[in-house]
């Protein structure tokens, strides 16, 4: 599977319910993409990973990358001394067809709902991931669903949290060298939550 793969905005329709919160804008949406399909196959210039504080792997997606990128990855993680929720690190691809791994770690919903950092969590993990790409001169990256597996976080506050963050790293002129910024889902449920959100961060132009 290959970016050719991809399905683009311009064949969601706008929801006339939705508030248009933001402008239309073509030069935005025409980065975007929704896809669901097994992140590890992307030919991509980076996907990120759902990862946790220490960075030794895991279960989910996070077990997923590893194992399809051989054990060359695990010794890089090793090198980088973990990192703090919200925060993200950058990998070589090795085996995969990506050629970078974002390792980015999403709050625990549950835990830090109670301290009300959750959305702001998970956004620092957006966020980082886009200006790691801009630092390394990459064009291309696909989130995988971070936080809505084990993590807890459900998938429509999730979403609208990536969409937000994606959107306004957009409009402050930051992703301009951004080619493409796939939301890769895996549950239906996931998929269900962008397509009812994006009208709101993308709306049709
Ligand atoms: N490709 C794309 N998405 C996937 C794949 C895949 N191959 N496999 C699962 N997902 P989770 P979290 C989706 O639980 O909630 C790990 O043990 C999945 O459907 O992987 O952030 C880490 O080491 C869900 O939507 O990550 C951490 O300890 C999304 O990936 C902890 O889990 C994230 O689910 C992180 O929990």
């Known amino acids: 599977p290959t970016l050719s793969l991809l399905y683009h905005l311009k064949r969601i329709e706008a929801d006339p319910a939705a508030e248009a919160a933001y402008s239309p804008s073509a030069s935005f949406n025409d980065k975007i993409s929704v896809i669901r399909q097994d992140i590890t196959g992307l030919e991509i210039d980076a996907i990120v990973n759902a990862a946790n504080n220490s960075l030794l792997g895991g279960g989910g997606v996070d077990g997923a990358i ?13 090198t980088l001394d973990g990192c703090a929720t919200g925060d993200a690190k950058i990998t070589e691809g090795y085996e995969l067809p990506a050629k970078k791994v974002i390792h980015a770690v999403g709050p625990i919903y549950w835990k830090t709902k109670a301290e009300g950092r959750h959305a702001e969590l998970l956004s620092g993990c957006y966020r980082k991931s886009l200006e790691l790409c801009v630092e390394n001169g990459l064009k291309s990256i696909a989130f995988s669903a971070l936080s809505t597996g084990v993590y807890g976080y459900p998938s429509g506050e999730a979403s609208t949290v ?35 959100n994006i009208p709101t961060y993308f709306p049709p132009a």
């Open 66 to 78: 590893h194992r399809a990128a051989g054990p060359e990855l695990l010794d890089e993680c090793e």
């Open 162 to 196: 990536a969409l937000e963050t994606v959107r306004k790293f957009l409009e402050e002129g930051k992703g301009d060298d951004m080619e493409r910024i796939v939301f890769c889902n895996f549950m239906q449920k996931d998929e269900d939550a962008y397509f009812k």
